[in-house]
Nanobody, 124 residues
Framework: QVYVEESGGGLVQAGGSLRLSCVAS??????YGWFRRTPEKEREFVAA????????YYADSVNGRFTISRDSAKNTVYLQLNSLKLEDTAVYYC???????????????????WGPGTQVTVSS
């Protein structure tokens, strides 16, 4: 059975940090992305990583604060969230795809497998 699953969400004060994990089961994927959704917004792209060479890509809103990385031994992708802001509060989703396409990693429709999401709440 192939699936991806997130963990690591929680409640944190503004300025704090969290690390989210995404475990893939059943296979290794070529592309991983993190997205987030709030009640007010559609699901938006946060970050992506190309498994083969660990190239990373970020939304402007998180660039410099969030870091996506991978651990091949654990078949796990991480999203380190630093300097968290109130507006980072959202459900964070991990997504995966069997292959990489350079120009479409930020598109929700690009990905084949999605985790159920993990809640991140930033308080003042």
């Amino acid at each position: 059975q192939v699936y991806v699953e997130e963990s690591g969400g929680g409640l944190v004060q503004a300025g704090g940090s969290l690390r989210l994990s995404c475990v893939a089961s059943g296979r290794t994927f070529a592309s991983y992305g993190w997205f987030r959704r709030t009640p007010e917004k559609e699901r938006e792209f946060v970050a992506a990583i190309k498994w083969s060479d660990s190239s990373t890509y970020y939304a402007d809103s998180v660039n410099g604060r969030f870091t996506i990385s991978r651990d091949s031994a654990k078949n796990t992708v991480y999203l380190q969230l630093n300097s968290l802001k109130l507006e980072d509060t959202a459900v964070y989703y991990c997504a995966a795809k069997r292959y990489w396409v350079e120009s479409t990693y930020y598109r929700e429709t690009f990905y084949e497998y999605w985790g159920p999401g993990t809640q991140v709440t930033v308080s003042s």
